[in-house]
């Protein structure tokens, strides 16, 4: 598998590309936000991309509104900012993991592999490979959600782990830790924030594909579920 570095910075992206062989993958670098657009539909077998969001030209915000018309790569965004603010701009936006600059490469491979394991298994096999809930169709296999009317919604990896873990635990309430602590398979200190900015995310797209029906349900001050 490849992994597509951005950043503007050679230095950073150089020594990304160093961790990425180490860890058996093979490195494609890009510079600016049209050669990472470019790289993306040249180059075959790009399986994730560690994005810069400050880069001068196109931004790495620019770059993802661009990729999620129509892909779901996994994506890390890097940023030297770190107010909560600037996390939730980029998860919002369609990023899947967050690291703030200074980083440590290692913590970034950690989340490599977090975030490609998800994305290729993210439920084990002794899960239903298709779950029916209201208005929609949840494939594992594929991670395809479809409606009724056979429109497709496009999801990010984060977001396609947490509707099928709700889905496939109809009326269970989940926290906001437990569902961080099961799809990202880490802990964190702001799990809370960014479970919020994934659930609003991607409860617009239900709805907006739906007609507003409330598949997700907030149990107010306990969590979320999904009816059966």
Not at 81 to 89: G, P, V
Not at 99 to 110: G, I, S
């Amino acid at each position: 598998m490849k992994i597509l570095v951005v950043d503007d910075d050679q230095e950073i992206a150089q020594l990304l590309e160093i961790y990425i062989k180490n860890e058996g993958y093979e490195p494609v670098a890009a510079y600016d936000g049209e050669e990472a657009l470019s790289k993306l539909h040249t180059e075959p077998d790009i399986g994730l991309m560690i994005l810069d969001i400050m880069m001068p030209g196109m931004s790495g915000i620019d770059v993802i509104n661009r990729v999620r018309k129509d892909s779901q790569i996994p994506i890390i965004v890097l940023s030297a900012k770190t107010e909560d603010l600037d996390k939730i701009q980029g998860l919002t936006t369609g990023a899947d993991d967050y690291v703030t600059k200074p980083f440590n490469p290692l913590e970034v491979m950690a989340r490599v592999h977090s975030l490609l394991r998800r994305s290729k298994n993210a439920m084990t096999k002794s899960e239903p490979d298709e779950i029916h809930v209201d208005m929609l169709t949840i494939n594992r296999d594929s991670h395809e959600v479809v409606t009724d009317t056979g429109k497709k919604i496009q999801l990010t990896a984060i977001e396609f782990g947490i509707l099928y873990l709700l889905a496939s635990h109809p009326n269970r309430v989940f926290s906001a830790d437990e569902i961080f602590e099961r799809v990202w398979k880490q802990e964190s200190v702001i799990s809370a924030k960014t479970v919020m900015v994934h659930m609003s995310h991607l409860r617009d797209k239900i709805e907006e594909a739906t007609n507003g029906q409330d598949v997700i349900k907030t149990v107010w001050g306990v969590g979320y579920k999904v009816e059966g």
